[in-house]
């Protein structure tokens, strides 16, 4: 819808880098006013204040360890009271801690958990509240294919994305009709995650992928600024798997 997010305020979390600078470009190309949240890599959440600042749009920085509940009330606190009331928001953090089944002790558990599912918990819970008294809003959450099919080599990265899966239908319907809530569950996706796979893990990758390439950052931004706006106002708790085929 043109012109939909001119004046309005969104909040990015995770958006120094990879998806979540895609996704805060993205809304900020389209007019909206963007809190850019990062964790502590403030010259990368500066980076990308000033670039979006650079090509005339509003931009705000916000750094952030969303590991703990206080921190993620905070985080909202101070982006509506900077920014203004928040018209929508995307939920793009998150860690990876790569280990099996034998390898996972308690301290990776609880910070992957932490930082993945009970800060979007967390966020959700301190947004919406203020969204519905606002007269509505939207919530697009980051989820993961691996919610979906699993990974042995980090199950409690998968057990984490698929809490998000549940919370968005929870959220939904605990939220309904002024706030909408969906997820996004994407694939392999070009961010840094992928920058250590050697030529043949590529492939090996790629193999299993109808479209035969990873996506690109950018065209997981469009999808989640589509679901946060009106063009999709009939969905809520829904999660778009973006994986190009893979499952």
Same mark, same amino acid.
């Given at each position: 819808?043109?012109?939909?997010?001119?004046? @309005? !305020?969104?909040?990015?979390?995770?958006?120094?880098?990879?998806?979540?600078?895609?996704v805060a470009e993205t809304f900020a190309s389209r007019g909206a006013g963007v809190v850019v949240h990062g964790?502590?890599?403030?010259?990368?959440?500066?980076a990308v204040v000033t670039g979006i600042r650079a090509t005339g749009g509003r931009a705000w920085a916000a750094c952030a360890d969303l590991g703990r509940a206080d921190a993620c009330r905070d985080l909202v606190a101070r982006a509506w009271?900077?920014?203004? *009331?928040? +018209?929508?928001?995307?939920l793009c953090h998150g860690i990876v801690r790569r280990g099996g089944w034998p390898d996972v002790e308690? =301290?990776?558990? =609880?910070?992957?958990?932490?930082? /993945?599912?009970?800060?979007? &918990? &967390?966020?959700?819970q301190a947004m919406a509240g203020r969204m519905r008294e606002?007269?509505?809003?939207?919530? %697009?959450? %980051?989820?993961?294919? $691996?919610?979906?099919?699993?990974?042995?080599?980090?199950?409690?990265?998968?057990? +984490?994305?698929?809490? %998000?899966?549940?919370? !968005?239908?929870?959220?939904a319907r605990a939220y309904a009709p002024t706030v909408?809530? /969906?997820?996004?569950?994407?694939?392999?996706?070009? !961010? $840094?995650?992928?920058?250590?796979l050697s *030529?043949?893990? @590529?492939? =090996?990758?790629? $193999?299993?992928?109808?479209?035969?390439?990873?996506?690109?950052?950018?065209?997981?931004? $469009?999808?989640?600024v589509a679901l946060a706006g009106q063009d999709f106002a009939y969905m809520t708790g829904q999660t778009l798997l973006e994986d190009g085929g893979r499952i």
């Amino acid at each position: 819808m043109d012109g939909e997010w001119q004046g @309005r !305020t969104v909040l990015v979390t995770g958006a120094s880098h990879g998806i979540g600078r895609a996704v805060a470009e993205t809304f900020a190309s389209r007019g909206a006013g963007v809190v850019v949240h990062g964790g502590h890599d403030e010259a990368a959440i500066e980076a990308v204040v000033t670039g979006i600042r650079a090509t005339g749009g509003r931009a705000w920085a916000a750094c952030a360890d969303l590991g703990r509940a206080d921190a993620c009330r905070d985080l909202v606190a101070r982006a509506w009271g900077e920014a203004g *009331p928040l +018209a929508a928001a995307a939920l793009c953090h998150g860690i990876v801690r790569r280990g099996g089944w034998p390898d996972v002790e308690e =301290d990776i558990w =609880d910070e992957v958990l932490a930082v /993945n599912l009970k800060s979007v &918990f &967390f966020l959700v819970q301190a947004m919406a509240g203020r969204m519905r008294e606002a007269g509505g809003g939207s919530l %697009v959450l %980051v989820a993961s294919m $691996r919610a979906l099919e699993g990974a042995p080599s980090s199950p409690h990265y998968a057990a +984490a994305k698929a809490g %998000v899966v549940s919370l !968005t239908k929870s959220a939904a319907r605990a939220y309904a009709p002024t706030v909408r809530v /969906n997820a996004v569950s994407p694939g392999y996706v070009e !961010t $840094r995650l992928q920058a250590g796979l050697s *030529p043949e893990q @590529r492939e =090996d990758i790629i $193999r299993g992928i109808p479209l035969a390439r990873i996506g690109a950052p950018a065209e997981i931004a $469009r999808s989640i600024v589509a679901l946060a706006g009106q063009d999709f106002a009939y969905m809520t708790g829904q999660t778009l798997l973006e994986d190009g085929g893979r499952i």
